[in-house]
């Protein structure tokens, strides 16, 4: 999957290459319906991604590295990886917990 863009019925998400790294990066069907503020289909992904592949790199390639992913580890993007790597936002932070206090 040297350099190319595909979809995968499979996994119901886009998968790409990321470069210097060996193995292949998803972004699911769903993620993309928080972006594109629809219901996605494969072609809309597939047309978003060709018009914001630096954003898809960039948030590649900050996950890799703040995970610190060995080469041959596949990884996938949500969201708001992507939406961080679309703002130029580098605020890690720790991550977010939802707390659910129980009212009853």
Excluded: Y
């Amino acid at each position: 999957m040297k350099n190319a863009v595909e979809w995968s019925d499979e996994l119901d998400a886009l998968r790409f290459s990321v470069p210097g790294h060996g193995a292949p990066c998803a972004m699911h069907r769903l993620a993309f319906k928080a972006l594109l503020r629809q219901e996605p289909e494969k072609a809309a992904c597939l047309q978003f991604f060709e018009s914001n592949s630096p954003a898809f790199l960039t948030a590649a390639a900050a996950k890799i590295a703040r995970l610190a992913l060995p080469v041959d580890r596949s990884l996938h993007l949500n969201s708001r990886d992507l939406r961080r790597a679309m703002t130029s936002d580098d605020t890690q932070g720790p991550a977010r917990a939802c707390r659910i206090l129980d009212r009853s």
